[in-house]
């Protein structure tokens, strides 16, 4: 490994479980001091001891803990990867789930960014990756609000790839394709329905496989280098193809 990431300081949401924990080792292993932001402190604690970094127990549905966690130093890169899904016929979810679901995926995102930005902009570098997904380019059957979080983002993306140009501040999606993590897991453990959902999945893909975490954290780790310099507002499909559509 090269060291892209010597003597920078990154912050990973989500990194206690699958890809987050794979994204915070692969900055770690090229030499970012990671901090390993996860709700669920055991996992953050983990990752944070794995690689050598810290750990910050953190929601990031809660916009007051996050600027207390987030905003007090300065980050080179924000990897905004936590994320929940919730699968349901769109007419069966209540209003209480799709709130639940776009406050992970869609307000958590927005917090984190507005945390890290005033310390990129005084600084003038910046590299934000947003973990977005197929589903938000191609929606999901099943999936629908969690679609709608994810091609939220990609919008979200773009306008502060729009606003923060002039600081030397990129932003950029990845947008993984069905990746062999805990999620994935919980839909296999959804018996036969479950492991329809996942060939379904599987089989939208042209590479005809789940992806590892390792594979979605070195998408996420080129563009959160300091040699994509002129890439910006784009989202990177690290999906096997299957951003084709089937
Ligand atoms: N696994 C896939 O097939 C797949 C495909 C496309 C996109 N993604 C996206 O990749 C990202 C990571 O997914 P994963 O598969 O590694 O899932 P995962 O469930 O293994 O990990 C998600 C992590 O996010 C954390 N998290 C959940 N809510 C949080 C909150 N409110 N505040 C802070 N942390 C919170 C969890 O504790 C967990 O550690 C998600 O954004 C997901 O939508 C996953």
Request: hydrophobic share 45%.
């Amino acid at each position: 490994m090269n060291g892209r990431f010597a003597g920078q300081r990154a912050v990973v949401t989500g990194a206690g479980s699958g890809i987050g924990a794979a994204i915070a080792r692969r900055l770690a292993d090229e030499g970012a001091r990671v901090l390993a932001a996860d709700v669920d402190a055991g996992g953050a604690a983990k990752t944070a001891a794995d690689i050598g970094g810290t750990a910050v127990t953190l929601d990031v549905t809660d916009p007051t803990a996050v600027h207390q966690s987030l905003g007090g130093e300065p980050f080179d890169v924000l990897v905004n990867n936590a994320g929940i899904d919730d699968f349901g016929w769109f007419t069966d979810v209540p209003p209480a789930r799709w709130r639940r679901t776009l406050a992970v995926n869609v307000e958590g995102v927005l917090a984190c960014t507005q945390a890290v930005l005033p310390g990129m902009q005084a600084r003038r570098y910046g590299r934000i990756v947003t973990v977005t997904s197929e589903a938000g380019r191609i929606g999901a059957k099943g999936n629908a609000v969690y679609a709608t979080s994810k091609a939220a983002l990609i919008g979200f993306t773009k306008s502060i790839a729009r606003e923060n140009a002039r600081f030397a501040i990129t932003a950029n999606c990845v947008a993984p394709g069905p990746t062999e993590t805990p999620m994935v897991q919980a839909i296999r453990d959804r018996g036969e329905r479950g492991a329809a959902l996942l060939a379904a999945m599987v089989a939208g893909t042209q590479l005809g496989r789940l992806g590892s975490p390792q594979e979605i954290a070195a998408g996420v780790a080129f563009l959160a280098s300091p040699e994509a310099s002129y890439i910006t507002a784009e989202t990177l499909g690290v999906s096997g193809g299957m951003g084709l559509g089937s």
